[in-house]
């Protein structure tokens, strides 16, 4: 019997549950340990204020970017923002849902981020759903070891620019709420995308 299944067991009969609806929760959460979660893009890049589109270099940069990217390695500072979009599948004859989701996302093995994505998921049965987890960061901060030029490259690396590859790694954990408790997923589901 896995964890989540045991925690659930030991949560419904500790809190004496009754109603349909708490009893609706737990199932959708259980169905959860069937769902699988597959990397799936990144994708609306923005790297100081400019979106940069699939496969755009440094060189796509008009001359007012190329002084706000000379400005900003100057000042070694790179925010960049983008999404990463996660394929949730639900095999189950009834829905999988979570009220919320921590992750954890690391860049070449560097982590970039660990907080909660508080938004509700709610997978239909038999169905599969996107769900995007917007990214903010430094890269200067996050790569302070590296060269510039391989930190910009980094940035439109995740845009599909050919250059080095990049290992983007993603953790997720997700909980749902019965009776106003946060129950978590037992472990970390991890993730992993090389991006060539």
């Known amino acids: 019997m896995s964890k989540l299944k045991k925690t659930l067991i030991i949560l419904f ?9 708490v009893l609706n929760q737990v199932a959708q959460m259980a169905n959860l340990v069937n769902c699988t979660f597959d990397f799936n893009s990144v994708n609306q890049i923005q790297m100081l204020g400019v979106n940069l589109s699939k496969g755009m270099s440094k060189t796509d940069l008009n001359a ?15 925010p960049v923002t983008f999404n990463v979009n996660v394929d949730v599948k639900n095999p189950n004859s009834i829905a999988a849902a979570m009220t919320k989701m921590d992750y954890i996302l690391t860049l070449n093995g560097k982590q970039v981020v660990s907080t909660t994505m508080n938004n509700g998921i709610n997978v239909p049965a038999k169905s599969s759903s996107v769900v995007s987890i917007p990214i903010t960061t430094d890269l200067f901060q996050l790569f302070s070891g590296e060269s510039a ?8 690396k995740l845009a599909g620019a050919s250059s080095n590859p990049v290992n983007v790694g993603l953790k ?6 019965i009776n106003g408790q946060q129950l978590a997923y037992p472990d970390f589901i991890s993730m992993n995308k090389v991006l060539n």
């Open 13 to 21: 009969v500790t809190m004496g549950l009754a109603s349909c609806d």
């Open 64 to 78: 007012t970017q190329l002084l706000s990217l000379a400005d900003a390695i100057m000042r070694k500072q790179l």
């Open 172 to 177: 997720v954990k997700p909980y749902i709420s």
């Open 149 to 156: 030029d391989a930190i910009v490259n980094l940035a439109f």
